[in-house]
């Protein structure tokens, strides 16, 4: 009896707190007038593509013809970049730093721009095993697919705080 008092005490406190998962769909509070978008971007193919349609669906988004959205949300491709930040004793990369960059812009079916042209950028750090080529290759594809859904996820918080701020 104590076990659940304390298990339903603890569900109550959590909930009036606040708590809620992250990404969850009622984070991004777009306006309803904002919830119909078409997408235009040079690579409707790419991983990055799927996934921004995948997570903006998730959160209530409609992804419609450009005669029928309320916005139009322009995407450049992503741009992947790698570097060394640190080396080891034998002059082999110790640690990378992943980036994954683009710009986007949303217009008004008009064409009048409704949000200034932004950069969304996502950073990881990672270390290296210079004996493992295989394995770190595969790291550094799974942190991609990361970054990936952490970029999408930034680029529609902030359109829903620029639609939440008109």
Same mark, same amino acid.
């Given at each position: 009896? +104590?076990?659940? #008092?304390?298990?339903?005490?603890?569900? +109550?406190?959590?909930?009036?707190? @606040?708590?809620? &998962?992250? @990404? #969850?769909? /009622?984070?991004?509070? &777009?306006?309803?007038?904002?919830?119909?978008?078409?997408?235009?971007?040079?690579?409707?193919?790419?991983?990055?593509?799927?996934?921004?349609?995948?997570?903006? /669906?998730?959160?209530?988004? !409609?992804?419609?013809?450009?005669?029928?959205?309320?916005?139009?949300?322009?995407? !450049?491709?992503?741009?992947? /970049? =790698?570097?060394? &930040?640190?080396?080891? /004793? $034998?002059?082999? #990369?110790? $640690?990378?730093?992943? *980036? &994954?960059?683009?710009?986007?812009? +949303?217009?008004?079916?008009?064409?009048?721009?409704?949000?200034?042209?932004?950069?969304?950028?996502? *950073?990881? =750090?990672?270390?290296?095993?210079?004996?493992?080529?295989? @394995?770190?290759?595969?790291?550094?594809?799974?942190?991609?697919?990361?970054?990936? @859904?952490?970029? %999408? =996820?930034?680029?529609?918080?902030?359109?829903?705080?620029?639609?939440? %701020?008109?």
């Amino acid at each position: 009896m +104590v076990r659940i #008092a304390s298990i339903l005490l603890l569900a +109550v406190l959590l909930s009036a707190c @606040g708590f809620q &998962l992250r @990404g #969850a769909a /009622s984070s991004t509070g &777009l306006p309803a007038e904002w919830r119909q978008l078409h997408l235009e971007t040079g690579s409707p193919n790419s991983e990055f593509t799927r996934e921004l349609r995948s997570r903006f /669906s998730a959160n209530g988004i !409609e992804w419609v013809d450009r005669k029928e959205a309320a916005y139009i949300l322009q995407l !450049e491709p992503e741009r992947f /970049s =790698q570097r060394n &930040l640190s080396l080891t /004793s $034998e002059a082999r #990369a110790a $640690e990378f730093e992943l *980036t &994954l960059q683009t710009r986007f812009t +949303v217009r008004a079916p008009d064409g009048t721009i409704a949000m200034e042209s932004s950069e969304a950028l996502v *950073t990881k =750090q990672m270390e290296n095993d210079p004996s493992n080529v295989v @394995g770190k290759a595969e790291e550094i594809r799974i942190l991609q697919a990361e970054m990936r @859904g952490e970029l %999408a =996820q930034q680029i529609l918080r902030r359109i829903g705080f620029h639609a939440a %701020a008109q």
